[in-house]
């Protein structure tokens, strides 16, 4: 009994500090000529634990009158020996322990995950859950040690559980994005219509929002402006500097915008977004050429934006229009103005600050007038017989978020107006995005 005592001593000095023992790998010890048997399984573990003790226990007493003796210096080596392979033995059986914990753990979880998946009627709650357990399974896998007994199923489980993460992740997006087509029937916007919302960290829910609408309309002018300023920052030109106003480019306007005047860039770039000034678009479109303007937005990633053609009024079409049409999609023009309000661009400043001076106030801010949860920050709107729309950034509660909502019909105000606050509501009703 003494020695069983004495040898529980020597593990208990050990097994206090196995808190941090992670520290030590498994492989280490596996590697280890102390150890090299004891690689199969948890229980081998236990059974070479017993075998030690039990050589530990049949070990004679040192005699005290022979301390120095050969003999009694062999019996402490032997003991120091198999004192530390017990001491291996019992942190590699504390980390076998934690492992297998952990994946019954993890299959547990995965096993809820699953049923909540195939839930008669998924509600954007049952999709949170089951994604959250899926989470924490592949939490709990992670957490066991790769060079562990059962390391190899585990990686093999970690696949499978970040599969279904990830379908998971999809069909929670496809549900929260049905939503979108429930607000847009109510709304009474057409079947053709395209809706995306995102918050400043690119979480993004949309409904046709690959879709390129029948119009860019004078949305398209947001495109324009970003390669405005991607240009004078480049080049270094500052924004002062007078553009000369040809009379080619005359259309009809509402802006403060005329031919055959000098304007700087940036008041051609203002009026251009606040006061959709055609005039100053299509001066800017010669300033930057079509070419330089393709390829910026090609360069930022923008697969589908494209500026063709010049911007025209009711019947005036200016000189040297273009060839082909305008295009852009309601997920890229949102990923822009994600990119304008995160300050991505140069002199984001000036558009944030033009957007805020929209004079056409009909859609996006007529439409959060009624909501005091939901500040409107700018806006740029586009229309014409073909198409209406808004680009808009918002925010409520210090979040900010950009709606893009796009009807590839004309006269659809007081629709895409409905549309904005349903939306904001949405956002306000359910603390956000995701």
């Not at 019954?104 to 049923?115: S, V």
């Not at 998946?117 to 790769?146: C, D, F, M």
Request: a positive charge.
């Amino acid at each position: 009994m003494h020695r069983i005592l004495k040898i529980k001593q020597i593990l208990t000095g050990t097994l206090t500090t196995m808190a941090s023992i992670t520290l030590i790998s498994i492989g280490n010890i596996q590697s280890s000529s102390a150890a090299e048997s004891y690689t199969q399984s948890l229980q081998e573990l236990y059974e070479t634990r017993d075998s030690i003790v039990n050589k530990l226990e049949s070990l004679p007493t040192p005699r005290k009158r022979l301390f120095f003796s050969e003999e009694n210096q062999a019996t402490l080596e032997k003991q120091q020996n198999l004192v530390q392979k017990l001491q291996e033995i019992e942190v590699q059986i504390l980390i076998e322990q934690r492992a297998n914990d952990n994946w019954r753990q993890a299959l547990t979880l995965g096993a809820q995950a699953a049923e909540v998946g195939v839930s008669a009627n998924p509600t954007v709650k049952t999709r949170e859950t089951e994604k959250h357990l899926w989470q924490q399974a592949i939490y709990n896998l992670q957490e066991i040690p790769a060079d562990s007994f059962i390391g190899e199923k585990t990686n093999k489980k970690l696949k499978e559980y970040k599969r279904s993460l990830n379908d998971s992740s999809a069909q929670l997006n496809l549900t929260k994005s049905n939503f979108l087509d429930k607000i847009r029937k109510e709304s009474g916007l057409s079947s053709r219509a395209t809706i995306t919302i995102c918050n400043l960290r690119r979480e993004c829910l949309n409904l046709n929002g690959n879709k390129t609408p029948a119009s860019a309309a004078s949305l398209i002018k947001v495109p324009i402006a970003v390669a405005l300023m991607q240009k004078v920052s480049q080049e270094n030109i500052s924004l002062d500097t007078p553009v000369y106003v040809s009379r080619g480019n005359f259309t009809e306007d509402a802006s403060e915008i005329r031919a055959r005047k000098r304007y700087p860039l940036k008041t051609l770039v203002g009026q251009m977004i606040d006061h959709s000034s055609n005039i100053a678009t299509n001066q800017l479109i010669d300033y930057l050429g079509q070419p330089y303007i393709n390829k910026v937005l090609k360069d930022d990633g923008y697969k589908v934006i494209q500026v063709n053609y010049k911007l025209m009024g009711n019947r005036i079409r200016p000189k040297n229009p273009g060839k082909g049409r305008n295009r852009l999609t309601s997920n890229e023009l949102t990923d822009m103005m994600v990119s304008i309000y995160n300050n991505e661009y140069p002199n984001s400043d000036v558009l944030i600050e033009a957007l805020a001076r929209q004079k056409d106030r009909l859609l996006g801010y007529a439409g959060l007038e009624k909501l005091p949860e939901a500040q409107w920050l700018g806006e740029k709107t586009g229309e014409n017989s073909r198409a209406l729309g808004t680009t808009l950034g918002l925010s409520i509660d210090g979040e900010v978020y950009v709606m893009t909502v796009i009807d590839s019909r004309g006269g659809r105000d007081l629709q895409i107006r409905n549309c904005i606050n349903k939306l904001a509501k949405y956002l306000i009703d359910n603390d956000g995005l995701l």
